[in-house]
Structures are given as C-alpha cells and as structure tokens.
C-alpha cells in the first residue's frame, strides 16, 4: 500500500509565500513523476507543478516564475515553493505521484489535499 502524506498549507496574504511538502511511503519500488494540481471551488482539478526523477520540472503556465518545484528522490519526496502568492492561487492543493509498487505495477497516488488560502 502506497500513501502520500502532504503539509505546509494555510492562510497568507497576496504577495506572501508558503512551502508545501508531500512524501510518499509503503511498498515503493520507484516513484517516477511527481508533483502538484490544485483544484479551486467549482473548478476542475489543474496541474500546477511537476518533476521526473531525472529533475525535469514544468510547471503551468500561470504558476511560472512564482512558484518552484522541487524532490528528494531518494526519499521520495517533493515540494512546492509558492512566492508572490496571489488570490487566485487559492485552491486544495493535492500532491501527485506515479509510482511503482512492489505488488503490481505504475499506478497514479493522490495525496489528501492540502488548503492553501491567499487573502487580499
């Protein structure tokens, strides 16, 4: 069983920064892609940010310059460094990950969403 636990949300104000971590644990062979959508209230769930183990990252284009993602692959982790925050990056932020398991195959992991909140 595979599960990607996620902190670092909360409540800043327009032009502030916050940093979002998500790691993933259990019967990991590998975890090849990973990285971050957001999905804001009556809207469809977006990708924000993501990396391959290699270290390509590519972000949407909306996010470019402001925010930066970034990974541990040896611990299977990834971050999201969120700067210049504005209004409109508030969303449940959920972390994502293709990964191997040793019971099976790549299979696609959410983490349980993390609230970040960019008050004006």
């Known amino acids: 069983q595979v599960q990607l636990v996620e902190s670092g949300g909360g409540l800043v104000q327009t032009g502030g920064s916050l940093r979002l971590s998500c790691t993933a644990s259990g019967r990991i062979v590998s975890a090849n892609l990973m990285g971050w959508f957001r999905q804001a209230p009556g809207k469809q769930r977006e990708l924000v940010a993501q990396?391959?183990?290699?270290?390509?990252?590519s972000y949407a284009d909306s996010v470019k310059g402001r925010f930066t993602v970034s990974r541990d692959v040896a611990n299977n982790t990834v971050w999201l460094q969120m700067n210049n925050l504005k209004a409109e990056d508030t969303a449940v932020y959920f972390c994502s990950a293709v990964i191997i398991a040793t019971m099976g195959g790549a299979d696609h992991y959410w983490g349980q969403g993390t609230q970040v909140t960019v008050s004006s």
């Open positions: 990396i391959t183990n290699e270290g390509r990252a």
